[in-house]
């Protein structure tokens, strides 16, 4: 109805925070970002920036001591860092996928026990769903826990992990009843320094090279039964109901890297001159930006309006909303498919430089790839979306 279009515009506060993160974005995370990506080393000068003015996990409910931002709040934090560093707007993003979990089905002890250290910034969640071999069918994994008295103890391998290592807190699915296939899966927190937990080596990946990404593993890791999240055999609705909200953070990077490639781009036309003038007077360079700009304005509308659906249901309380996962599936497709076509084009409007480090255009076409593959590939999108048509 109307007041869906009502609830997606942003609002004066959040084009005010756009602005704040923007300036803070250019100041203490972009002249990093090349090194960050040269090095592939985690960005510790952004982590430092975004925790110093508290933005490192916006979406933490104020009730255990966040800044209680709402989904649209969440998506411009992430959209503005992401368009000088992706690596870097894995902090926020992945720090609400790793503790959503928590957020939406954890008890009260769990969340004042991990929400308040990652509000503060003490810590970083990730999210262990992936396996070696069980990656779009997830719910084919393998990651066993075992009652034990008071304890569950956990055995396996989860891979693709993005910030391991780094991140204190680990939210972790893994098959509590192998006969009943997903609603025999639990989710549970584990911790960095329990006994048992250990990280491959990262991976070398084509971009987010600043994101650390490994296996981790779990050797008879014994944890107290109050560290699961919600009723035993929850734990994969609670991890696709997660992904339902989250799928729209990565539609806010692929937004935020695509609005990089193409300032850097619009800049650049007025600059280069060929034929004794600028490239950007020629028509075929304007109808590559037009292009650009045009589906980079339909990627934000579905995303924000996403943004508001994740927001309703949020307040709702749990369970599935099929507009919500239709919504988020459809948001992270399109932006997604939007930014690698936009990264690409830019790339084209410099030439031989745009394929050159000495710009940072071919880093954003490399980055953007990774936002048509995580949280689900483009493909897994369509299904769910066919699935829950609205
Ligand atoms: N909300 C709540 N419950 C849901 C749900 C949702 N969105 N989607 C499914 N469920 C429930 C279903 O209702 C069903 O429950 P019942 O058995 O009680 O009816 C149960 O979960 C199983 O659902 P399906 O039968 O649909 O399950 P499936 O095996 O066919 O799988 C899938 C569905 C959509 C393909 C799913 O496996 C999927 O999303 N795969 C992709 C996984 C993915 O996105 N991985 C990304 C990893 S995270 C990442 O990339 C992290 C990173 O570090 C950045």
């Known amino acids: 109805g109307p007041n869906d279009f009502d609830l997606y515009r942003p609002s004066e506060e959040h084009e005010m925070l756009r602005e704040s993160v923007r300036a803070l974005a250019e100041a203490k995370i972009a002249p990093f970002a090349a090194e960050v990506d040269e090095q592939g080393r985690f960005p510790q000068e952004a982590l430092d920036a975004l925790v110093a003015n508290d ?12 800044a209680g931002a709402d989904a649209l709040a969440t998506v411009v934090v992430i959209e503005e860092v992401a368009r000088v ?53 997830a719910a084919g994994m393998k990651t066993r826990a075992v009652r034990d008295g008071d304890s569950w103890v956990l055995n396996g391998v989860k891979r693709w992990i993005t910030n391991a290592g780094v991140s204190d807190y680990y939210t972790v699915m893994a098959v509590t009843d192998p006969e009943k296939r997903s609603r025999g899966i639990s989710a549970f927190v584990v911790e960095k320094g329990d006994t048992g937990v250990s990280f491959g080596a990262p991976e070398k990946k084509l971009g987010i090279k ?45 937004l935020g890297i695509a609005q990089g490639a193409l300032d850097y781009a619009k800049g650049y036309v007025t600059e280069r001159k060929q034929f004794g003038k600028p490239i950007g007077d020629f028509q075929g360079v304007q109808f590559m930006l037009a292009d650009m700009a045009m589906k980079l304005a339909a990627a934000r509308q579905l995303t924000y309006a996403a943004a508001a659906r994740s927001e ?79």
């Not at 957020?103 to 970083?124: C, F, N, T």
């Open 55 to 66: 933005l490192h996990a916006v979406h933490v409910p104020e009730s255990c001591g966040g």
């Open 85 to 137: 560093c992706a690596s870097s707007s894995l902090i926020p993003a992945v720090n609400k996928l790793g503790s959503l979990p928590v957020v939406l089905a954890g008890s009260e002890e769990l969340k004042q026990k991990y929400l308040a250290p990652l509000a503060r910034g003490e810590a970083m969640f990730s999210y262990c769903l992936s396996e070696p071999d069980a990656g779009s069918d």
């Open 210 to 254: 600043g994101s650390p990404t490994r296996e981790v593993y779990f050797d008879n890791v014994r944890i107290p039964a109050d560290r699961m999240i919600g009723a035993e055999g929850t734990g994969f609705a609670t991890a696709m109901q997660t992904l339902d909200h989250t799928r729209i953070t990565i539609a806010a990077q692929a």
């Open 312 to 390: 309703r249901v949020t307040l709702g309380g749990s369970g599935k909303d099929e507009q919500l996962t239709f919504y988020g599936a459809a948001a992270k497709c399109y932006a997604s498919d939007a930014a690698m076509e936009i990264t690409t084009d830019a790339v084209q409007l410099l030439g031989g430089y745009g394929y050159t480090r000495d710009y940072p255009l071919e880093r954003m076409m490399r980055d953007a790839k990774i936002t048509q593959i995580y949280e689900g590939t483009n493909q897994i999108q369509r299904i769910v979306m066919a699935r829950n048509l609205p």
